[in-house]
């Protein structure tokens, strides 16, 4: 699919999927509905993943920032890991160990999903990769992605500072810098050599 920009250049979207790992009821499950859309192509084994791209995934410690723009911009896809929250350490074992897809996880947002209202880092698969669609420019596409949803506008408009933020960072240090400006957390202690 292309869509066009505001001044009339085409910019193709970027080629979004998911990894369902069954463990949650599929009628509420939003990479499930987003797929019914047509917003992803859900996957249901691993090796049918594509090669090339980004898979998000919340413990690898690795944040998704402006270096990683261009990966996917160029064709690179966006996978993101589609499993329980209460089953995600063996999930995210389970799914690193059979594929070459780069892991990234998340800048700091909150929840709009019903399940997890307002907590911090808990989002969706379908929050997830609207979250990356917008930090690379395709704030359109990651509308589309959340747009099944009821509650899908309300994530950009809980996030809208934060998002708009991160989306300005020139680099990744920057970008994790500045959820200490909208989130009240610690800040991880500083390793001396």
Request: net charge negative.
């Amino acid at each position: 699919m292309i869509t066009l920009t505001t001044s009339g250049d085409s910019v193709s979207d970027v080629s979004v999927h998911a990894v369902w790992l069954a463990q949650d009821d599929p009628k509420k499950n939003t990479a499930v509905l987003a797929s019914k859309r047509g917003n992803l192509k859900l996957h249901k084994r691993i090796n049918s993943l594509p090669k090339r791209g980004i898979i998000l995934e919340p413990l690898c410690g690795k944040v998704f920032g402006p270096e990683d723009h261009a990966l996917l911009i160029n064709g690179g896809s966006l996978v993101g890991l589609d499993c329980s929250w209460a089953h995600i350490e063996e999930s995210v074992a389970q799914v690193m160990r059979r594929t070459r897809l780069q892991p990234r996880m998340l800048p700091l947002l909150l929840a709009a999903n019903p399940v997890n209202w307002g907590k911090p880092g808990r989002l969706t698969t379908a929050e997830a990769l609207a979250t990356v669609l917008y930090l690379i420019g395709r704030e359109d596409q990651a509308r589309d992605v959340l747009g099944a949803f009821r509650w899908g506008e309300r994530f950009f408009e809980l996030n809208k500072e934060p998002l708009e933020a991160y989306s300005q960072a020139h680099t990744s240090a920057e970008l994790v810098e500045l959820q200490f400006e909208f989130f009240d957390i610690e800040r991880p202690e500083e390793t001396s050599s």
